[in-house]
């Protein structure tokens, strides 16, 4: 994703930073807000592989699309049935609680959503606890420091995650999505991917809007500089995979563009 100037991306920052403090109360008006796996599939399954999704339905032909988008996340971050313990996982955007219990019983070692606020009920906080989840207070456009990622860190016990998911859908419209600042959140949760790590992203849900083809032509030049990174996008989703050696961090988009 191209660079923007200076001027503008500081306009768009301000703007961002707007937004966020006039929807910060409506934390549990969203429609959508602490969906559950089933939900987060009718966005996402745009990026599933095609070929494992076809694999699936050759074994069944009835099966559910919300298992597929599980069983391609459980068997790709568990390296194909190998035995891997300890992975971690964070929804960006959004509470997590009933996203992360889609998933097979202790797959997940520790598992945290972020938000604006903490507005669960004390049934959920319990439930929660029980399951080694934790619901972390933060603003995930925040490029200004690093407090955001230490909170997740320390809360997790943990340097890097292995899942990262994040849709937020109807505050992507308040959102200025200048392609410099989409770029340095993307390089920033890529950092913070361990290898083998998975990566689910929805960037856009308007139409009249350039955030798709920005997207798409980052994506199109790091598959070719760096063909173990595998992105795939579609319907204003982006799935992206850090396979084992790919690199640890992708270099800016002025830098991609450039060379």
Not at 12 to 35: T, V
Not at 36 to 44: G, I, P, Q, V
Not at 82 to 109: I, M, R, T
């Amino acid at each position: 994703m191209r660079e923007g100037k200076f001027g503008e991306i500081k306009r768009a920052l301000r703007k961002n930073e707007s937004a966020i403090l006039r929807h910060s109360d409506y934390e549990g008006d969203w429609f959508i807000y602490d969906s559950s796996l089933e939900n987060f599939t009718r966005d996402f399954r745009y990026v599933l592989p095609e070929d494992f999704y076809k694999k699936l339905l050759q074994e069944n032909e009835e099966i559910r699309i919300r298992e597929i988008f599980r069983r391609y996340i459980e068997e790709t971050l568990s390296k194909s049935g190998e035995q891997q313990s300890d992975l971690f996982a964070v929804e960006f955007g959004g509470p997590g609680s009933e996203f992360f219990q889609g998933f097979s019983k202790n797959f997940f070692k520790k598992t945290a959503g972020v938000c604006l606020k903490d507005i669960r009920s004390k049934d959920i906080k319990f439930n929660d606890a029980r399951n080694n989840h934790s619901v972390i207070t933060g603003n995930i456009l925040d490029l200004q420091s690093d407090q955001l990622f230490n909170k997740i860190t320390q809360t997790l016990g943990i340097e890097k995650v292995d899942l990262i998911i994040s849709r937020m859908d109807g505050p992507l419209s308040f959102f200025d999505k200048n392609g410099a600042i989409l770029d340095s959140i993307i390089r920033n949760w890529y950092n913070f991917l361990n290898k083998n790590g998975l990566m689910f992203i929805k960037f856009e849900r308007t139409l009249e809007s350039d955030t798709r083809f920005l997207v798409e032509k980052w994506s199109g030049v790091i598959k070719k500089r760096f063909p173990k990174v595998d992105i795939q996008t579609g319907n204003y989703v982006l799935r992206l995979h850090k396979g084992t050696d790919a690199p640890e961090e992708l270099p800016p988009a002025t830098q991609l563009f450039r060379e």
